[in-house]
């Protein structure tokens, strides 16, 4: 994942050491937390964790919900859900955006555009308004 300044926040960068020290954390919580699964680092040819700048958010989220007095499991559990709802609104836009373009590529979409007396009209596809040169002067409330 590539943030607006074009870092990879996802990249596996930090020795556990680094990332304890940034979480504000002891590795040996990092250790218990990556068996348990609430967070996994990924491991380089040696076995060693690396954690991303990701990783990191995520272990400082857990310590906060941890000192609001949230259990493991609670804490688990809410950040499944995050997770979910995070893919879940990313899926929503992509269909969104989907949906979009189908309707601007649907044919027969239809058109509208102001009459003289400022009704709506349906204009058939493909065609085009006759231009006037006229000003028109538009005075709320008739005055």
């Not at 020795?15 to 491991?43: C, F, K």
């Amino acid at each position: 994942m590539i943030d607006p300044r074009g870092i990879d926040v996802g990249a596996p960068l930090f020795p556990i050491a680094v990332a304890a020290e940034l979480a504000a954390m002891h590795p040996q919580t990092l250790r218990q937390y990556d068996r348990i699964g609430l967070v996994s680092p990924r491991r380089t040819a040696g076995q060693s964790r690396r954690y991303s700048m990701l990783d990191v958010a995520r272990l400082r989220e857990i310590a906060r919900l941890s000192a609001e007095g949230l259990n493991l499991e609670g804490i688990r559990r809410i950040l499944e859900l995050e997770d979910q709802v995070a893919h879940l609104a990313a899926r929503v836009r992509e269909l969104e955006s989907a949906l979009a373009d189908e309707l601007l590529a649907r044919p027969g979409r239809r058109v509208f555009a102001a009459a003289e007396s400022g009704e709506t009209v349906t204009l058939p596809t493909g065609t085009r308004v006759k231009k006037s040169n006229q000003v028109v002067v538009w005075r709320p409330f008739g005055r």
